[in-house]
């Protein structure tokens, strides 16, 4: 927060696509008024906050102090107030009597003076906002406090589903994913979620032991140490967490089952590309809810579009204050077959369109019987500029990319310019 405190006026930044996940923390809210409950609460739908424990109480100060007489202070307190700027330093002393070590304080105020907002910085205080004002505006400051730039970095992760089963995604995710190990020489992590039928490891000629099934069946033992175990090399900067392929047992998941997978392997490694199946259930929706951008991947007709549209509106409605759902055509210009034209596709389901990959099934065909990536069976290909353009826009890489193909700059200066970016 600048010296100015925010104020009503002030436009909530949107959250952008590099944002970074909040820890497991509590956090507990006091509030003078249902208003301010509401507004915090309302915080929960920003995809920053999926890990976060929040809960609120009626009281403001006098409550907390009355609370943590005898319970032990969260990893973030909230508190409104509506006592007079001169009452409000005492009050917060009486409250700190009472916090545990490191508990962190933001008080929500309803005076913009910065002369108040001095005092209960030097107190100690993290943060002191005016009301009214945004989710966003709460979500960014508890992001300063607890996901700031410098703390450990944490690997970025796309989803690609399919708006109607057989569209395609894991061919489209699986050679993106390859253009981008290729293309910024970065590891990238290909999590096969498709138990029973996933494709990852055929896609690349793999039949390793252990996979993502190991991973989320070992629960709580799971650890760094075993997951690394778990994960296979496939080819230059490729890994994988294959699924078993197999009907011998169900996979019938919780919400959360996935979530610790992931928050591992966002320790390790920059990329994860999540190959996710064509379902609709509570570990899918909670999966897309987390991640940093989604891709959906359809054919141009009818059943196709309708199911791309319900997807986005969804997808758009839990995740307000992050970017919109990308979209990728697949199998265009399949012989004899009408189409929606890729505009028109794109405007009626309002998402942005990154890629459109041709029909060719002989190369396609030839590419999965041999277990390869497109590029691997004809390098020169035209279509794997479309999969370098769908790597670019999801990696955020896209104007460096630009530039440098076009300077005919050399990776090594490439890589000099990405890490400053």
Not at 74 to 100: F, G, S, V
Not at 149 to 161: K, L, M, Y
């Amino acid at each position: 927060m600048s010296e100015t405190t925010n104020n009503s006026g002030s436009q909530a930044p949107q959250a952008s696509s590099g944002t970074r996940l909040l820890p497991r923390i509590t956090v507990q809210a006091f509030c003078e008024k249902s208003q301010t409950a509401q507004l915090v609460e309302s915080t929960l739908s920003d995809r920053r906050m999926a890990k976060v424990a929040l809960t609120t109480h009626n009281g403001g100060l006098e409550g907390a102090i009355e609370t943590y007489r005898a319970n032990p202070t969260p990893n973030l307190l909230m508190i409104e107030t509506l006592l007079p700027p001169e009452r409000i330093p005492e009050a917060l002393e009486q409250l700190a009597e009472y916090c545990d070590p490191g508990t962190r304080v933001i008080v929500l105020g309803h005076v913009n003076d910065v002369v108040l907002y001095r005092q209960l910085i030097r107190a100690g205080v993290s943060e002191y906002i005016v009301l009214p004002t945004e989710a966003d505006t709460l979500v960014s400051a508890i992001a300063d406090l607890f996901a700031s730039e410098d703390a450990e970095p944490i690997g970025r992760t796309i989803g690609f589903v399919s708006a109607k089963g057989g569209s395609g995604s894991s061919t489209i995710a699986h050679n993106s994913a390859w253009a981008t190990a290729q293309s910024l020489q970065q590891q990238v992590l290909i999590v096969d979620m498709d138990m029973a039928f996933g494709t990852a490891g055929l896609n690349f000629n793999q039949d390793p032991p252990y996979g993502i099934a190991d991973a989320v069946l070992a629960k709580e033992k799971l650890d760094a140490v075993m997951l690394d175990r778990l994960i296979s090399k496939a080819a230059s900067n490729i890994n994988l967490l294959a699924a078993p392929g197999t009907l011998e047992e169900t996979c019938d998941f919780n919400e959360d089952d996935f979530e610790q997978v992931i928050e591992l392997v966002q320790s390790t490694i920059p990329l994860i590309v999540l190959d996710i199946p064509h379902l609709w259930c509570g570990w899918v929706r909670r999966t897309l809810s987390t991640l940093d951008e989604i891709v959906i991947v359809a054919e141009p007709d009818l059943a196709n579009l309708r199911n791309a549209k319900t997807m986005v509106d969804t997808i758009k409605s839990m995740r307000p204050n992050e970017p919109d759902p990308l979209l990728v055509l697949n199998r265009v210009g399949l012989p004899k077959r009408p189409e929606i034209s890729a505009t028109e596709f794109a405007t009626a389901i309002e998402c942005p369109l990154i890629g459109q990959v041709p029909f060719d099934a002989a190369l396609f065909g030839t590419a999965a019987n041999n277990g390869q990536m497109i590029a691997e069976v004809s390098a020169s290909n035209k279509i794997n500029e479309a999969f370098l353009a769908i790597s670019d826009r999801v990696t955020g890489r896209s104007r460096l990319q630009t530039e440098a193909r076009a300077s005919g700059i050399g990776l090594s200066s490439l890589m000099k310019m990405l890490k400053r970016a």
